[in-house]
């Protein structure tokens, strides 16, 4: 039975180990990345709003 014990602490060592690998983000990482996908997704939604305004009222603002 012992025989079984050490196996399986063998295997939770190995496995710690290879989740000590894995290179997880740290806090501020994970928010720099979040502000710049919000701020890339702010102005590109921006551009896409003017867009489809001008795209229906360009044309009558510019003949008025």
């Known amino acids: 039975m012992s025989g ?21 983000p740290d806090k501020m990482t ?6 710049a996908v919000v701020s ?8 896409i709003a003017l867009v489809d305004f001008f795209a229906q009222y360009g044309v009558d603002l510019l003949i008025k």
């Open 4 to 24: 079984k014990k050490t196996q399986k602490e063998s295997w939770f060592k190995g496995l710690d180990r290879e989740f000590k690998k894995i290179v997880w």
């Open 30 to 35: 994970v928010a720099k990345e979040t502000a």
């Open 40 to 47: 890339v997704s702010v102005v590109l939604g921006a551009i």
